[in-house]
């Protein structure tokens, strides 16, 4: 099974893809998206992108876009409103459990695990969300800054971009290893 576009979807093409109406998933044919990932309606997924087990990407009110190279990570969930899309850069890392939801990530970002970014916020190029961390609406967490706790403060250039940096290309090596290698055994 392939989404629209021809996307690659997982080694054995049973990942839940849904048409709603006429909102078609589209995935690059680089990209890895696990079997028991969901995607449903207006979702974008682009080149070497990894989706991992029991995310949902449910773009039935607005659009979901994830750029390239980037990593959504084992039970997160995106949705998007009619009104506010939820966008996210190339070469972001979104970790385990994160809620995402009419925000935008920019390029080089990371979203730590357990994490909620909420309406209208925006983790700008290179930023950090720390696990656990909510950002709530209309905040903005600067360029390189990170952003800690409940509700989230900031903290001013504090951002390891190294460590995201690698985190990114660690994602996009494991979704190639895992285009080639996985394989269901039951």
Same mark, same amino acid.
């Given at each position: 099974?392939?989404?629209?576009?021809?996307?690659?979807?997982?080694?054995?093409?049973?990942?839940?893809?849904?048409?709603?109406?006429?909102?078609?998933?589209?995935?690059?044919?680089?990209?890895?998206?696990?079997?028991?990932?969901?995607?449903?309606?207006?979702?974008?997924?682009?080149?070497?992108?990894?989706?991992?087990?029991? $995310?949902?990407?449910?773009?039935?009110?607005?659009?979901?876009?994830?750029?390239?190279?980037?990593?959504?990570?084992?039970?997160?969930?995106?949705?998007?409103?009619?009104?506010l899309p939820t966008i996210v850069g190339d070469d972001c890392v979104i970790?385990?459990?994160?809620?995402?939801?009419?925000?935008?990530?920019?390029?080089?970002?990371?979203?730590?695990?357990?994490?909620?970014?909420?309406?209208?916020?925006? $983790?700008?190029?290179?930023?950090?969300?720390?696990a656990g961390a909510v950002v709530g609406n209309r905040v903005v967490v600067?360029?390189?800054?990170?952003?800690?706790?409940?509700?989230?403060?900031?903290?001013?250039?504090?951002?390891?971009?190294?460590?995201?940096?690698?985190?990114?290309?660690?994602?996009?090596?494991?979704?190639?290893?895992?285009?080639?290698?996985?394989?269901?055994?039951?």
């Amino acid at each position: 099974m392939r989404g629209a576009g021809g996307g690659a979807i997982g080694q054995d093409g049973s990942v839940p893809i849904y048409a709603l109406g006429d909102l078609v998933p589209s995935i690059d044919p680089s990209a890895f998206v696990h079997p028991e990932a969901t995607l449903i309606g207006n979702v974008r997924i682009g080149p070497e992108s990894t989706v991992w087990p029991g $995310v949902v990407m449910r773009g039935d009110h607005g659009l979901i876009s994830i750029g390239a190279r980037t990593s959504i990570q084992d039970g997160s969930v995106i949705h998007a409103t009619a009104l506010l899309p939820t966008i996210v850069g190339d070469d972001c890392v979104i970790g385990h459990i994160v809620h995402l939801e009419g925000c935008v990530i920019e390029d080089g970002s990371l979203v730590g695990s357990g994490s909620i970014v909420l309406h209208e916020a925006r $983790v700008c190029r290179g930023g950090l969300v720390g696990a656990g961390a909510v950002v709530g609406n209309r905040v903005v967490v600067p360029e390189r800054a990170m952003a800690l706790g409940i509700p989230a403060k900031i903290r001013e250039g504090a951002a390891p971009q190294d460590l995201i940096r690698m985190a990114a290309e660690s994602y996009v090596e494991n979704g190639r290893r895992f285009r080639k290698e996985m394989r269901r055994i039951d």
